[in-house]
Every structure is written in C-alpha cells, then in structure tokens.
C-alpha cells in the first residue's frame, strides 16, 4: 500500500528539491490519490487471486504507471526512477534504500486494468478524489474534442496484409503442428512468408502492375490452400480456433475471391466491406483507417484509434479532464456525445454547459442533453444532407406551423401533407401546382420534374430544440462563451507533447484506452502541480519597457 512518508525520504526530498515538484505537492495536498481498498471491489472484483503470494501494491503500480505516462518513461525506466528518483519515492511513501519492481510486473498490471472496464473504474477513483478535494464539481462548464490515435501497427497495402495474414498463420501453426505444413511449402513460401511481408522486397523498387498482380494472386492460393488443408484433415479441425487462422478467414472473405479459373485474386475496391469493418493489420484486428478533412489533399489519414478529452474550465477551479472516451478511428464525434455526458453524470459531474466543436451536436444529442440538464454550445451548421451540400435551401430555410399540421417554403408555398414515420421525423410534401412552375425551383432542389421537394425534419421538440440552438448561436454573448472551447486545444497539444496522447503503446482498443486514461491522469497530476505552486514573481522588466513607461509611451 502507499503508506505515509518515511521522514528520511522527506528530508532527503526537500533537499534535493526546495522547491518542491509536481509530485511531491500533489502528495502533500491531497496525499495518496488510490488505496489498495480501491481494487477490491466493483469493477476491480477478480483482479486479483485470492490464493498464492500476495502481489505488489496495487495502489503503488497505478501510481508508478501515472508517474511512468507523466515522464514519457518505458517499463524498464519507470522501475529505474521508481528506485532512484526521490520525488517518486515521496510521492509513493517509499524508504529511501527502497529498490523497484521487474519491468514485466507493469505490463502485467496494466493487462488486468485492460479488463472489464477497470481502467474507467480507476480514473473514477481519481475523479471522487477530486471531488472530495473541492477541485472538480458538478453544473460547472466542460468542453470537449477529439484527435487521432496512430495504432502499434505498419500501415499495410493490400497484397501485404493477406500476406502478412498468412505468415502470422504459418508462424503459430509451425510452432504447435509442423507436420502440417510439410505438404503445404515449396520453394516460394520460404521467400514470401520466411521474414515479414513487404512488396519492396518481394517486388524490388519500380515493379509493374502485373507483377504486383501476381503476387497478389500468388498469396491469394497460398492463404486459400492454408485454409483448405485445415478444413480437410480432421485430425487438424482443432486449428480453426486459433487467433491466426481464425484471422485469415476473415480477411479472407473481406479481400479474396475466386477468380473462376480455378485460382484466386483480390476483390476490386468497390466490392470490399465499409473501412469500419474492415480489418487492416493482422497484429491488432481493432485498428481502423479513417481520414479528416475536406476531401483535399493535405486531409489526414490515420490507421488507429480515436480519443476524446472532456476537462472541466471553470474560471475559479484549475482546468483538469474529467472524462476519457476511446472510439474505434472511423466512429464519428457525434456517435460520442451521449456516452461522455452519460459518464460525466455518472461521476456526479454533469455540467450545466459542455462546449464542443460543430462535430458533436445532432438534434437527439441537443434534446437528450436539456432533458438531463446540460446546455450544448456547438455550432449548429446547415452543411447536411444532399441539398445543403449542392447550395439549395436547407430544411432550416422553411417555416414550419406544427399546429396547422404544414410547411411554408421561402417562395411562400404551403405543403399539401405532413406524415410522421417510425425514425422520429415528419415529412412535408408540397404540390406540384406550386413546385413545377415556381421561379426558384433551381434553389430548392434537384428533382428532375414532376417530382416536388419534399422537406423532411426531426419531430416538433427536437426541430423547435435545434432552431432555438441556431438562432443562440448569432448572439454576441454566444460568441464570447463559445470561445472558451478553444483551450481544450491545448489540453490536447499538452498531452501529444508530453506523454505521446497520437501514438498507441500497445495494441486492441482496451490496451490503447488504458493507455489514454493513465494519460489523462498524468495530465491532471501536472496541473494540480502547477496548481498547488507558489505563484512566481513577475518576470523584470528591460531597461527598454522601464524608459519607454517613464516617458509615457506604453499604455496604463
């Protein structure tokens, strides 16, 4: 357990640094931030065994991990500085001749927190931590955005993910069953699969199409003979579970097909599955491809992860995240917003106000978010549906009377019908006597005539919600608060160039999310830092700024 500070490692400690740092006046104000009593129960339940040798501290692992994400450290350097560094051992209440752990004992712990939600569970306890202290509370204001996550993987092409597929295959099953394969390899496979699978060294610089082509249909029929020899031999049958081939089959029904002469080829682009479920590496099946931007060239395109940081930014409380929500990379941001303000409400930290960017906001999540009593600030834009996007009128350009039961368009024509359906819209449908022949038709939509536009908008509280939104949005007093989104910027810059926030450590979504709380955690730990330091003297001014003031040149 993390236990009091030994006097010696606090004399030594403030010796060393009469200053103090950040972790000595986290320990000092707030003291240990986790307990062992913290991972016995709830989500922590079967962590540990009950029988065998007792483990390690599970409260000094967390904080070694926060400490190791703080200074951007390895496994093996985090239990160097455990050993050596006397701020660590202040803040973990550790003997000075205190010596560290092994290194594998982290990656251990760090698999288990991966478990069950139990790295949610931890940043919970550090969240009522803070609660307690008066640092973080609830109807405050939060902001919240997103950034990229690159996955532990190599941004594979095609031919070299069926390929690598299948050597990962051939790796496992050569360990367990080699017979197997005896009747499988020739000359070739030894090149292919012998080292891992790169088109530059299978191909060589400058090869054609149709070599590549080759190739392609050359792993194809390997990866297609693997598959076949499994299922044929029943003494073999048990290898269809493993993780390997249960790998190649799929990737193989995402990216292979028969070619009708008896042998195989990739699938052309257009008859492969959607990028979100679309496995891109062998070594982490959860990485996705997606892209950012406009559709222009300098657009970012990642293979990865996804992150959300939510901090709170009250003007009286120092700035320090409350929430951490990993998506697979090609989840959009508007698929988050329910699930954060869900967890922040879980925590006892719903905020009166969370500002997020246009990405966030939808007519449900507006509505869903007054109902529990949080007002949105996003910008509300019109850039949706086929319409808006070719400049016609946008569903926000129409007056619709919900006690009439009708819709008038900006030429002044009322529509004939209005019919809900099951999604929770309501179509309006306008008549042709107005639609054919009317002068602003070119601005209203597309149709080829006869056909009439047909307006179709969220239910009566939802549309009422969303105008209400869009018509905030234009008031000074809107600019000014909506302004305040901007420092989440910075808390993510904070956290790319310190603990490396775009860079996965390890690899599957629950390792990559245990890796961005402890992040968060090592981020707060910063701040409260900074927080509890004796504010600096003003920096002197030069002897330029002092003449310039005396002669009344700088302003008061």
């Known amino acids: 357990m993390v236990g ?42 079967g962590m540990y065994s009950e029988r065998g040798q007792p483990g390690l501290s599970p409260a000094l692992l967390a904080m070694v991990t926060v400490l190791q994400f703080l200074h951007r450290l390895s496994d093996r350097d985090a239990v160097a500085a455990m050993a050596d560094r006397i701020s660590w051992k202040y803040l973990l209440g550790l003997d000075i001749g205190a010596a560290g752990c092994d290194a594998s004992v982290l990656c251990e712990f760090r698999a288990r927190l991966a478990e069950s939600g139990r790295a949610d569970a931890l940043f919970d306890v550090m969240i009522a931590r803070l609660r307690e202290a008066g640092l973080v509370r609830a109807r405050g204001r939060a902001r919240t955005d997103s950034t990229h996550v690159l996955g532990a993987v190599r941004v594979l092409n095609r031919i070299e993910l069926v390929g690598e597929s299948v050597r990962c295959a051939l790796e496992e099953i050569a360990a367990l069953s080699p017979g197997l394969l005896a009747g499988l390899l020739d000359a070739g496979w030894a090149e292919r699969y012998g080292r891992r699978v790169e088109l530059a060294r299978l191909l060589g610089r400058g090869s054609s199409k149709s070599s590549a ?81 406009r559709g222009q060239d300098d657009d970012l395109e990642w293979v990865g992860a996804k992150v959300h940081l939510t901090e709170s930014c009250d003007e009286d409380l120092p700035r320090l995240i409350t929430d951490v929500h990993t998506t697979p990379a090609t989840d959009p941001d508007v698929t988050a917003t329910g699930p954060i303000q869900a967890k922040l409400t879980a925590r006892d930290l719903p905020p009166a106000e969370h500002l997020m960017d246009a990405g966030y906001p939808s007519a449900e999540n507006m509505t869903n978010a007054a109902d529990a009593g949080i007002a949105l600030i996003a910008p509300i834009t019109a850039r949706n549906g086929r319409n808006a996007k070719t400049g016609l009128f946008t569903p ?52 080829a005539l006869p056909m009439v536009r047909r307006l179709t908008v969220p239910e009566q509280p939802v549309h009422q919600a969303v105008l209400a939104a869009r018509a905030d949005q234009d008031s000074e007093q809107w600019k000014t608060l909506y302004n305040k989104r901007a420092g989440i910027e910075g808390t993510i810059s904070q956290a790319v160039r310190g603990p490396d926030l775009r860079h996965a450590r390890y690899r599957g979504l629950a390792k990559t999310h245990t890796q961005n709380v402890f992040t968060a955690i090592a981020i707060n730990i910063a701040r409260l830092g900074a927080h509890y330091d004796k504010p600096t003297p003003p920096r002197r001014p030069t002897s330029v700024s002092t003449l310039c003031h005396n002669l009344g040149l700088t302003p008061v």
Do not use: N
Request: include cysteine; charge should be neutral; glycine fraction near 8%.
């Open 4 to 45: 009091g500070i030994p006097q010696a490692t606090a004399e030594l400690a403030w010796r060393v640094h009469p200053k103090g740092t950040d972790e000595m006046r986290v320990r000092d104000a707030l003291g240990p931030l986790f307990a062992d009593e913290d991972f016995m129960a709830g989500a922590f339940a």
């Open 213 to 293: 082509d080759k190739l392609a249909r050359q792993i194809a029929g390997d990866g297609a003979a693997l598959l076949g020899a499994i299922d044929a031999d029943p003494v073999a049958r048990w290898m269809q579970m493993l993780p390997t081939v249960v790998l190649v089959r799929e990737i193989w029904q995402q990216q292979v097909q028969a070619d009708g002469k008896g042998g195989w080829r990739l699938k052309d682009a257009d008859q492969l599955a959607p990028s979100a479920a679309r496995i891109h590496s062998p070594h982490d099946p959860e990485v996705r491809y997606s892209t950012k931007g």
């Open 396 to 447: 926000y350009d129409f007056e619709v009377d919900w006690q009439a039961g009708c819709a008038r368009c900006p030429a002044g024509a009322t529509s004939r019908s209005m019919r809900p359906d099951k999604r929770g819209l309501v179509t309006f449908a306008f008549s042709r006597r107005d639609c054919v022949p009317c002068d602003q038709r070119g601005t209203c939509t597309r149709a």
